[in-house]
């Protein structure tokens, strides 16, 4: 008796473990495309089958493969990919869809500087402007962070708040505010790459 959708999901999300099994949660919930994944149906998953009854539901027996696969591919697990695709027969080519400041990995340089952009980056109050202008994060969260006295837990509250709630699109418009008041760091970050 052949497997169904949700029980080749179940044996790829086992395979995972419980490291890369919370990073393929995480991307899950930082795609952009609809349907999204919410924060709450996110927390609510306890182990790989919570997650392939998600998959399922979310995306219905016709895309869960080829979500699984975006999101497989986004934190490297190719091999699973792969393994994956051949016991569904899934053919389609599948590629992760990194915003324009994302290296061909897939990850975005506000997900790779995380850590610096926490530490170094000052003038928040003018970036939360510009994200507030652009409509990127709302006033309740403009008010909240500018409350906020210390730059580095503006930062911190901006990237993992409505930055991250934004997806894709939100860390763009967070790096084009960091190049025009933060310049200096944004090129030595990158010269990193």
Request: glycine residues 4%; proline residues 5%.
């Amino acid at each position: 008796m052949s497997k169904t959708i949700k029980e080749h999901l179940q044996d790829t999300f086992e395979d995972l473990g419980e490291d890369k099994l919370r990073r393929f949660k995480i991307k899950l919930r930082d795609r952009t495309e609809e349907p999204r994944v919410r924060q709450a149906t996110i927390d609510k998953i306890k182990d790989h089958l919570d997650l392939a009854d998600v998959m399922v539901n979310t995306f219905a027996s016709t895309d869960a493969v080829p979500v699984t696969l975006e999101v497989l591919q986004a934190i490297k697990e190719n091999n699973l990919a792969e393994e994956l695709r051949k016991n569904t027969g899934y053919t389609a080519p599948v590629a992760p869809q990194p915003g324009p400041m994302a290296p061909p990995d897939g990850e975005h340089f506000i997900d790779r500087n995380f850590t610096e952009l926490i530490k170094r980056a000052h003038n928040v109050d003018s970036i939360l402007d510009e994200l507030y202008q652009k409509k990127v994060i709302s006033d309740e969260d403009y008010s909240a962070i500018r409350a906020e006295k210390i730059p580095q837990t503006k930062m911190r509250e901006l990237i993992t708040g409505p930055i991250r709630s934004a997806g894709t699109k939100g860390k763009d418009h967070l790096y084009e505010a960091l190049k025009k008041s933060n310049v200096l760091l944004i090129e030595e970050l990158e010269a990193q790459r």
